[in-house]
């Protein structure tokens, strides 16, 4: 089989599939409310998601991870999810969502095939969650939570974006929660967007809450971090445990421990486009020429050339940020 490897060696295994970019929260730092949706015409059918990721596997693609905007606004998301994981070779699929609907569709979506979720929640006091969200009921995600383990789809991880000012006095309420009840919490840099162009984001760099600066937080007060083994998953995230505790906390420093060495993935926006980098604004479109009747072998080298476009790491560094989609547009 020949596989997608980058310009620098990196094998490409994962593709992360934005499915809407509707959502039914508004996030002070990654919604663009003047932004104007996407027409329903505009983004992927089902068959049309199916038909690249069979692609997408005849080149190496092993594992999926469905996510939006919200990806559980995507009507009849059980029956994309069945589709997919009769696709010989994909041998995991997880999602990312805010949990909001998850309680009613955790269990149906496990028997669809889905393996896992992450749940993002960034903080855990009611009157926060309705600022930070601009909606939205804290326990529909406590609910969500409990369906998603009720129904196996594990390791559930929580998924926390800390802003300083904001919720950064929650770091500790956080850490007690993998070990007073085993969560799996990862705490995520925040990483800044431009706003030229897609949105009114309000944040700066300047609120990144750094992996450094919250273990510091942490072991100051709790304890020492031991590295779980081996510390890294099979995502950027590297994972330590607190005396006691079952669950584990992991780092994504995105923004100040820089992974990129270790990239293996791609993403497919709602509105058909190959994205090689997050934190990069280069696009492949795939959507226009599978409307116009490309053949497999073309959506191949259209693939290829997305591989072919990812930089060696992103350039946050130099000032060069993402500027013509957020965060909801591509999907995390
Ligand atoms: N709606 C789903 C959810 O909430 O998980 C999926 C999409 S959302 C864009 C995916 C993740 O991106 C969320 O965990 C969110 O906190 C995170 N996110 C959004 N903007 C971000 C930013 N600028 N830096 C870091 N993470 C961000």
Redesign the pocket.
């Known amino acids: 089989m020949t596989c997608l490897i980058d310009n620098f060696q990196r094998r490409i295994n994962y593709l992360r599939i934005s499915v809407t970019d509707h ?1 039914n929260l508004r ?1 002070i ?2 919604t663009a409310h003047l932004v104007p949706r996407l027409r329903h015409d505009d983004i992927l059918r089902y068959e049309e998601i199916e038909r690249i990721v069979r692609v997408a596997v005849s080149l190496g693609i092993s594992s999926l991870r469905l ?5 559980l606004m995507r009507p009849h998301l059980e029956a994309l999810v069945e589709i997919l994981k009769k696709i010989d070779g994909i041998n995991d699929i997880s999602m ?3 949990a909001i609907t998850l309680a009613r569709h955790a269990q149906s979506l496990a028997d669809a095939g889905l393996d896992r979720v ?1 749940i ?1 929640l ?1 903080t855990l006091k009611e009157d926060k969650f309705k600022y930070m969200t601009g909606r939205g009921n804290l326990s529909d995600v406590y609910k969500g939570i409990e369906a998603a383990q009720k129904a196996g789809l594990a390791p559930v991880k929580i ?1 926390t ?1 800390m802003l300083a000012g904001i919720n950064d006095d929650e770091i500790l309420d956080f850490a007690a929660k993998t070990r007073d009840e085993g969560w799996n919490v990862r705490f ?6 431009s706003d030229e162009g897609c949105g009114n984001n309000r944040f700066s760099a300047n609120q990144t809450v750094s992996d450094a600066r919250i273990k510091e937080v942490i072991t100051a007060s709790m304890g020492e971090l031991t590295p779980v083994m081996p510390s890294k998953g099979k995502g950027p995230a590297k994972y330590y445990k607190l005396p006691g505790a079952s669950g584990s906390i992991g780092f994504i420093g ?1 923004v100040t421990d820089c992974f990129c060495a270790d990239c293996n993935r791609m993403r497919l926006t709602a509105d058909g486009r190959l994205r090689p980098c997050l934190l990069d604004d280069e696009e492949v479109d795939i959507k226009t020429p599978m409307r116009e009747g490309i053949t497999d072998e073309g959506i191949k080298e259209l693939m290829n050339q997305a591989v072919n476009m990812k930089h060696e790491k992103h350039r946050l560094d130099e000032q060069i940020l993402p500027s013509s989609r957020q ?2 547009q591509i ?2």
Do not use: K, L, R
Not at 67 to 71: A, V
Not at 188 to 193: G, L, R
């Open positions: 959502c996030c730092y990654c996510t939006g905007g919200e990806p990312t969502t805010n992450n993002s960034d998924n974006v995520i840099e925040y990483m800044p967007f995105a965060m909801w999907g995390g």
